[in-house]
C-alpha cells in the first residue's frame, strides 16, 4: 500500500508545473500561450528572461531528484525508486493539472538521474560534447546523450536488467513527447 502511495505522490509531484507558476507570478503571463506554448525551461527562458529559465529548470529538475530521494528515504528497492521517477516524468508531460498538457521531461529527468547516480552527469556532459558539433541543436544533441544512459548503466554491475529496462522506458517516454521535435530534425 506504501508502494502505491509512493507512485501517487510521484504522479502529483510531477504535475507541479514550475514553468507555469513562474510565469504567472513574476511575468504575469500564461506561459501556454506564449511562444512555443510548452511550460517548460526552455519556452519559459524564451519568453521572461534567464532567471526565470534556471528557477523553472531547478524547480522541475528538484522534481525528479525529490522522488528519487524520497524512494531511498523510505528504503524503496532501486526498481520501486525508478517506477516512481517513471511517474514523476508521466506527471511532468502529462499534468491533470493543466489539461494533461505539460513540458518534455527534460529538467525533471536530468534531477531524477542525477540524485539517483550522480556518475550520469559526465556521460552525459561527454556525450553532448561529441554529438553537439554533428547536430548543432541542444534539442538532437541532449536527447542522444539520454539515450547512451541505459548502455552505461548495463556496465555498471550493481544495476539489474530491470532497473536498465526502467531507466530505458523513462527515456522513450521523453523521446515520445519531443516526437514532433525529433521528425522536425530528420
Known amino acids: ?36 506554448g510548452n511550460v517548460g525551461a526552455r519556452n519559459i527562458g524564451r519568453s521572461l528572461n534567464k532567471t526565470a529559465f534556471v528557477a523553472t529548470f531547478l524547480g522541475d529538475a528538484s522534481k525528479g531528484a525529490a522522488v528519487i530521494l524520497l524512494g531511498r528515504m523510505l ?30 521531461g ?6 531524477g538521474i542525477i540524485a539517483f547516480e550522480p556518475t550520469v552527469t559526465i556521460v552525459i556532459l561527454v556525450s553532448f560534447a561529441i554529438t553537439y558539433p554533428f547536430f548543432r541543436s541542444f ?3 541532449g536527447l542522444l546523450s539520454l539515450c547512451i544512459l541505459p548502455v552505461y548503466f548495463i556496465f555498471i554491475e550493481t544495476f539489474t536488467y ?21 521528425k522536425e530534425r530528420v
Open 1 to 36: 500500500m506504501v508502494v502505491v502511495v509512493y507512485f501517487f505522490i510521484s504522479y502529483f509531484i510531477g504535475c507541479i508545473m514550475f514553468g507555469y507558476i513562474i510565469g504567472r507570478l513574476f511575468g504575469k503571463i500564461d506561459i501556454r500561450k506564449v511562444g512555443s
Open 75 to 104: 528504503g524503496f528497492s532501486v526498481e520501486i525508486q525508478l517506477v516512481g521517477f517513471l511517474f514523476v516524468l508521466i506527471g511532468h508531460i502529462w499534468p491533470i493539472t493543466l489539461s494533461f498538457k505539460g513540458g518534455k
Open 106 to 111: 527534460i529538467s525533471s529527468f536530468l534531477g
Open 139 to 141: 534539442t538532437m544533441s
Open 162 to 182: 530491470t532497473s536498465v529496462g526502467l531507466i530505458a522506458l523513462s527515456i522513450i517516454t521523453i523521446l515520445f513527447a519531443h516526437r514532433t521535435n525529433i
